[in-house]
């Protein structure tokens, strides 16, 4: 499994932006998909974005398009996500995952077999 540590989660108010770092430790990083989902207090984890081993195709939750960019630098072996106009509904414990299997046009977290620990984001309005 690759292990992935996340970092840029923090406080912002409503219309900001954060940039969220996926670093994974292991070289396997530049061979597996990427992701990031989410999880609100009550609420099930639900899928944000994901990338491709390339970069070149890139996946986003309605929720988020236009506001939120996934990218990756496979020499750095980190995956982002830039998030942009953040809303109040942006709140939540923010999962990196990665897989090697062949994604479906709307990943779950049934698809990723490795997970970070979560980074907090809170949106105030």
């Known amino acids: 499994q690759v292990q992935l540590v996340e970092s840029g989660g923090g406080l912002v108010q409503a219309g900001g932006s954060l940039r969220l770092s996926c670093a994974a430790s292991?070289?396997?990083?530049?061979?597996?998909?990427k992701a990031w989902f989410r999880q609100a207090p009550g609420k099930e984890r639900e899928f944000v974005a994901a990338?491709?081993?390339?970069?070149?195709?890139?996946y986003y939750a309605d929720s988020v398009k236009g506001r939120f960019t996934i990218s990756r630098d496979n020499a750095k072996n980190t995956v982002y996500l830039q998030m942009n106009s953040l809303e109040p509904e942006d709140t939540a414990v923010y999962y990196c995952?990665?897989?090697?299997?062949?994604?479906?046009?709307?990943?779950?977290?049934?698809?990723?077999?490795?997970w970070g620990q979560g980074t907090q984001v809170t949106v105030s309005s």
């Open positions: 995952a990665a897989t090697y299997r062949v994604l479906p046009p709307a990943p779950t977290d049934a698809d990723f077999d490795s």
């Open positions: 292991r070289r396997t990083f530049s061979g597996s998909k």
């Open positions: 990338i491709s081993v390339s970069g070149g195709t890139t």
